[in-house]
């Protein structure tokens, strides 16, 4: 059940502790805090946090303080660029409380003013009317804004009646991206996703027959070594049924603060090498199949991030990436994974690269880094960055 936060009083702009990735330059609205579910194994993000609906007041609030700080530094932006002594006069009139909000505006205008991301984790619990009375005054404020995105639960969106999801899109709802990790309903069960494949397929479609841009995001790994190939097969089918506008991958990490940590440490959840999350992708793109959508690998987690195209034109480009890495001599493989880990290659073209290849095979001898422990190694590379 939701908890309201009822009558409290308005403290100021609130923002959430995460946004996907393709949602950097968006404003951040904080329409409700935490996650209603907060049960997956594998996710740190709001652990030990409450849910809460925020009162449509308050957002109503936030998107007014944002407007007026929009307001005032479009102002000051027509007669010059931004500077210490341009933005002081804002920056004098803005209580402490107010700082959160000048940044979001600040960011907003920065990128253009295209894009506003409802935060945090399911926006699509609150009651339709609600939701459409936030989205009918932020199209009010921000008419220029190309995009009103949000996440939701495919277990909430299954349940949300075509009519309202057609009035949310209506009042401006254009993109949702469903956490959908996998399509597995064994893997889903394990992490205590709280779905099933049958729901993702019904809150896929449902989004997509409302007219609103559907995103889902898939975790490679996320099966461990037992259900690998199954999570595959079964994401990848379950895709094939919806064909969203993106697949993006996000692969699994386990940081020491969820619960998968425990599971992987007492050997109950055997987590797959990166050879082993290299071919499980490899199986996955390659039965995606009959879709038009566009995979994206914007997550710095990823072993592969340059993995990305639209189906069915990019498919054997991208499969390809994956087999050359895979058919590489075991040494020169190492390289590769620790270099696209620290950053010091982005892709294939890189690894062309004899400089930055002998600064790579540098650190791996100057770090003792082989393949006998590069997975351990690379763990611990990838919990920095959660
Ligand atoms: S539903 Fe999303 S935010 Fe909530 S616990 Fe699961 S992965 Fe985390």
């Known amino acids: 059940m939701a908890k309201s936060s ?27 805090r935490n996650c209603p579910w907060n049960h997956c194994t594998f996710c740190p993000v709001y652990k030990g946090a409450e849910f809460s609906l925020r009162p449509v007041d308050h957002i109503l609030k936030d998107i007014d303080l944002v407007y007026s700080y929009v307001e005032k530094l479009s102002a000051i932006r027509k007669s010059g660029p931004f500077t210490r002594d341009s933005i002081a006069p804002v920056l004098d009139d803005s209580g402490a409380h107010d700082m959160d909000a000048f940044h979001a505006a600040m960011n907003f205008i920065q990128n253009g ?12 619990i609150m009651k339709p009317d609600d939701l459409i009375t936030v989205l009918r005054h932020i199209k009010a404020c921000f008419p220029q804004a190309k995009r009103i995105t949000s996440y939701a639960r495919s277990h909430t ?11 949310i ?16 309903d064994k893997v889903l069960e394990r992490v205590r996703k709280g779905t099933t494949k049958a ?56 940081p ?42 914007d997550h710095v987690l990823n072993l592969f991030q340059d993995v990305e195209g639209t189906y069915p034109q990019d498919k054997a480009r991208m499969t390809d990436i ?19 880990r620290l950053g010091m290659i982005r892709n294939a073209e890189d690894a062309k ?9 540098e650190t791996c001898r100057a770090n003792g880094i082989t393949p006998a422990n590069v997975d351990t190694v690379i763990e611990d590379i990838m919990r920095r960055f959660i």
């Open 6 to 32: 009822g009558n409290s009083s308005y403290c100021g702009f609130e923002q959430g502790p995460i946004r996907p990735p393709s949602e950097a330059g968006s404003l951040l609205l904080r329409l409700t």
């Open 113 to 124: 003013m295209e894009s506003i991301f409802l935060q945090d984790a399911n926006s699509l």
């Open 157 to 167: 969106v299954s349940r949300i009646s075509d009519d309202h999801m057609m009035r």
């Open 169 to 184: 899109a209506e009042a401006g709802l254009s993109r949702i991206h469903i956490g959908m990790e996998s399509a597995s």
């Open 199 to 254: 729901m993702q397929i019904t809150a896929g479609l449902k989004v997509k027959k409302a007219g609103i841009e559907l995103s889902e995001y898939v975790m490679p790994g996320l099966g461990g070594m037992d259900l690998s190939r199954e999570h595959a097969l079964e994401t990848a089918d379950a895709l094939n049924q919806i064909d969203p506008e993106f697949i993006r991958l996000r692969s699994l990490a386990i």
């Open 256 to 297: 020491a603060h969820v619960p998968l940590f425990s599971d992987h440490a007492n050997g109950t959840f055997r987590k797959c090498t990166d050879l082993g999350v290299a071919e499980e992708i490899l199986l996955f793109l390659e039965t995606l199949d009959g879709i038009t959508g566009t995979v994206k690998s």
């Open 322 to 340: 994956i087999r050359s890495f895979l058919a590489l001599p075991q040494e020169e493989r190492l390289y590769v994974q620790v270099g696209r």
């Open 353 to 361: 690269d004899a400089r930055r290849m002998d600064h790579i095979k």
